[in-house]
């Protein structure tokens, strides 16, 4: 292609599960942008993070993002041949790190389905930022495959892990993931993983009022000390599948009262720009952050939008790209990639597409009217990940 030919990329709307992609006009503009290791988007947000959805299959059904009435036996998963190559993510994931990001997340679905997925992790380990420094490469899984496979994750070049756990209970955590998963092969996964040295290791509880909020307490008696990080989410809006409703929602502020009112808590700084995830320490006698104690974090999208700072864009497994995890357009890489355009082409669209970027839907949720349509449009979390 010609230095200043026009890369194309066609933005789709997903309408999952009925997955009939739609094209809109084409991604256009006349100027070949080179990658000079920042980008920022309209709102003067930089491109420091790139979570790619590596399979749309999950063996949980949780149903927050995969409740089983939708995705039953009958469902269609994507094919083999529609999935990127780890050749093809390695690629794209390179063009991204050549814009600035510093980070890269594998996310599902459940991404340890995805067959050798060890052989991605290495080629991902093996990219340097423009100043010559490793990538910070993490993974979050539901935990059921952690066990058996952690240190392999480890020799590849994996370097944290994030496990979801929504309760200790067993009665409640099997109810949740809908499909009779046991707690305890959970705890294995993480035990496995700290013993690999995958960390320091997050667990996420996504917290649903009624549902498994009156398992806070215990999941913070759980994990108090034991070097592992707790963070609460709010339930959320995300998808068309998930039934959400405000009511269902627990405000961040509520867990952190009931954790302190028994464990004292103190606020501690952001470890660094753009963190989703509000951060308490445990204080100790003195009052004060107790390190040994450790820490926990609330991630309040629904209460208190952090759109200001997001810094992430979104690979799906077949080549999609989301600027915003409540998204419903997408930029299809994938075709680009395939269609043989090169290095620079995919540079370029990259640059553009989040040049453009003014996504904010967390810090509009409350002035959009309640029939504006956007939740029977928008992309499920199983798709893009969390």
């Given at each position: 292609m010609a230095e200043n030919s026009t890369p194309r990329v066609v933005p789709l709307v997903d309408e999952r599960p009925r997955r009939l992609a739609a094209p809109a006009a084409a991604f256009a503009e006349a100027t070949r942008l080179k990658p000079a290791g920042h980008l920022q988007d309209r709102l003067q947000r930089p491109l420091h993070d790139l979570r790619i959805s590596v399979t749309d299959r999950c063996n949980f059904r949780c149903s927050y993002c995969m409740p089983k009435e939708v995705f039953d036996k009958d469902y269609v998963y994507l094919p083999q041949s529609e999935l990127l190559s780890f050749e093809e993510i390695t690629?794209?994931?390179?063009?991204?790190?050549a814009h600035g990001v510093e980070k890269i997340r594998l996310t599902g679905g459940e991404p340890l389905l995805r067959k050798n997925l060890e052989v991605l992790i290495a080629q991902l380990a093996a990219l340097?930022?423009?100043q010559g420094k490793p990538l910070d490469l993490t993974l979050t899984t539901n935990g059921s495959l952690l066990a058996r496979k952690a240190k392999a994750l480890k020799a590849a070049g994996l370097q944290r892990v994030t496990v979801s756990?929504?309760?200790?209970?067993?009665?409640?955590?099997k109810r949740m993931n809908d499909v009779d998963f046991p707690v305890?092969?959970?705890?294995?996964?993480?035990?496995?993983a700290q013993a690999a040295g995958l960390g320091p290791i997050k667990v996420n509880m996504v917290v649903k009022k009624g549902t498994n909020d009156h398992e806070i307490l215990p999941m913070a008696r759980r994990f108090q000390g034991s070097g592992v990080v707790l963070r609460f989410i709010e339930f959320m809006d995300v998808g068309a599948t998930n039934g959400w409703r405000m009511d269902d929602v627990l405000p961040s502020s509520a867990v952190i009262e009931r954790i302190h009112s028994t464990m004292p808590l103190v606020a501690l700084e952001a470890a660094q720009a753009g963190e989703t995830a509000q951060r308490w320490g445990f204080a100790g006698a003195?009052?004060?952050h107790d390190p040994?104690?450790?820490?926990?974090g609330v991630i309040s999208s629904v209460t208190q939008a952090f759109c200001?700072?997001?810094?992430r864009a979104r690979l799906s497994t077949e080549g999609q790209l989301y600027l915003c995890l409540f998204a419903s357009q997408g930029y299809d890489l994938r075709s680009l990639v395939r269609a043989g355009s090169d290095d620079g082409d995919l540079a370029s669209a990259i640059a553009h597409i989040w040049r453009g970027r003014g996504d904010r839907y967390s810090?509009?949720?409350?002035?959009?009217?309640?029939?504006?349509?956007?939740?029977?449009?928008?992309?499920?979390?199983?798709?893009?990940?969390?």
């Open positions: 690629r794209i994931a390179s063009q991204f790190v340097r930022t423009p756990l929504d309760g200790l209970d067993d009665i409640v955590f305890s092969d959970v705890l294995d996964g993480i035990q496995a003195d009052g004060l040994q104690l450790g820490e926990i200001g700072e997001c810094s810090a509009l949720r409350a002035a959009l009217p309640p029939d504006n349509g956007l939740a029977a449009k928008r992309v499920e979390m199983s798709y893009i990940g969390g």
